[in-house]
Each structure stands twice: as structure tokens, then as C-alpha cells.
């Protein structure tokens, strides 16, 4: 019963190229996040967005863009992708009295 | 001891009331954050406030920040069962020669009775 969706499992990029991971739910929700997932970091948040054309900088935003263009809909984009962007990338969204639903994760390698 | 303390450590309400939580910090930070665990899951963030706001609302959640106290509160509005969780408040500082870190504080765990 998936609720999060995101558009790739694993994506394999070169430096310098455009990348977007889309990411959709389902839910209804207000809330969605992006994080990336390192060894021995843990979670890190890269951008939020509480509303539709809303979006706020995570703890790490540097290098990433957002896109919500509509409420089912949160979008990150790297804009130049370079070697240290490799990671795993999830998404999430939530509504501030639910759980927060996470999806499969992007596996992405930026050669 | 930790960057963040949370107060108090555990707090039990009846449904319908309101719930506050208290952070205290002890360096500078660049934001604060609020997480929620549920029991036996992993942590759901909740909201994020700047250094340079002092108070943010998002649906039954108010967050008040007082940098001059280092300190911040939770405030949950007509609390439900399904709020009954841990919250932790996580400060966001600048690392000497390390990267931006979150630092998460003990937690207070909320009860909430029907």
C-alpha cells in the first residue's frame, strides 16, 4: 500500500549534469521533506515545504533546489550534480498530526 | 552535558488540554528543531525555527524561541491520544572545524489520556 512514491530507485548521473528526483504522495498531506541518508550521518534535511509554493532550507541546502508546484508533488533538483551529492535520497511528507510517511529512497551515484 | 535538555521529562495530560514542552540549549545556534518518535519508530520531524524568529506556528503546533534565554518551547494545542509520543527538541550549531550538526536532547515524553 504505497503512499510515497518516489520517480527512481537507484539513478546513476555524471558530474555537471541536471538531476530531479520527483517525489508524489498520495495523502493529501501539507508537509513534505527531502533528507539524504549518509553512512555514520544519519538523517539530513535538505528542504521542506509546508504548503504549495512554499519552501524553506533544511540544515544542508546547498546545492539543491525545490520545486512544488502542486500539493502531491515535491521535486528536488541538482542543478550541477557533483561526486559528494552521491547519496541516498528520501522523501517524505506529513501531516503535522500523522505519521510522517517516508518513500523507497532514491540510490543516487554521481560519477 | 547534551546541547539540548528537554523539561520535563515526562509530562501526562488529559485529551483536550494543552501540552508545553521546554528546551534549553547552551551554545549558539543557526535553528532549533522538533521531533516526535512514536514508540518503536524513527523520528518525524515536526517544525523548524531560525535563529532569527521567535515564534512559528504550524496547524496545533506553536514553537517560541528566546535566544537571549537559549531556550524553546512546545506548545501542542487541544492535545489527542495519537499525540502521545516522545518529542525531542535538536539544535542546529556550527561544529568547531566539522560540519553543521543536529544535536538532539533527552526528550520529554508526552502522555496524552482519552
Known amino acids: 500500500d504505497v503512499k510515497v512514491t518516489q520517480s527512481s530507485r537507484y539513478l546513476v548521473k555524471r558530474t555537471g549534469e541536471k538531476v530531479f528526483l520527483e517525489c508524489v504522495q498520495d495523502?493529501?498531506?501539507?508537509?513534505m521533506f527531502w533528507y539524504r541518508q549518509d553512512p555514520g550521518l544519519g538523517l539530513r534535511l535538505i528542504y521542506f515545504?509546508?504548503?504549495?509554493?512554499?519552501?524553506e532550507k533544511g540544515d544542508i541546502p546547498e546545492g539543491y533546489s525545490v520545486s512544488r508546484e502542486k500539493k502531491e508533488r515535491f521535486s528536488l533538483i541538482l542543478e550541477s550534480a557533483s561526486t559528494n551529492q552521491t547519496s541516498m535520497y528520501l522523501c517524505a511528507s506529513w501531516d503535522s498530526t500523522d505519521t510522517q510517511y517516508f518513500g523507497p529512497g532514491t540510490r543516487l551515484t554521481v560519477l | 552535558s547534551q546541547q539540548g535538555e528537554e523539561d520535563p521529562q515526562a509530562l501526562s495530560i488529559q485529551e483536550g488540554e494543552n501540552a508545553t514542552m521546554n528546551c534549553s540549549y547552551k551554545?549558539?545556534?543557526?535553528?532549533l528543531q522538533w521531533y516526535r518518535q512514536n514508540s518503536g519508530r524513527g523520528l518525524v520531524h515536526l517544525i523548524l525555527?531560525?535563529?532569527?524568529?521567535r515564534e512559528k506556528h504550524s496547524g496545533r503546533l506553536r514553537v517560541t524561541l528566546d535566544t537571549s534565554k537559549k531556550s524553546s518551547s512546545l506548545l501542542i494545542t487541544a492535545s489527542r491520544a495519537a499525540d502521545t509520543a516522545s518529542y525531542f527538541c535538536?539544535?542546529?550549531?556550527?561544529?568547531?572545524?566539522?560540519?553543521?550538526?543536529?544535536?538532539f536532547g533527552s526528550g520529554t515524553q508526552l502522555t496524552v489520556l482519552p
Open positions: 515545504s509546508y504548503d504549495v509554493k512554499m519552501k
Open positions: 495523502m493529501d498531506h501539507e508537509n
Open positions: 551554545t549558539s545556534i543557526n535553528n
Open positions: 535538536a539544535t542546529d550549531s556550527q561544529g568547531s572545524g566539522s560540519a553543521r550538526q543536529l544535536t
Open positions: 525555527i531560525r535563529s532569527n524568529e
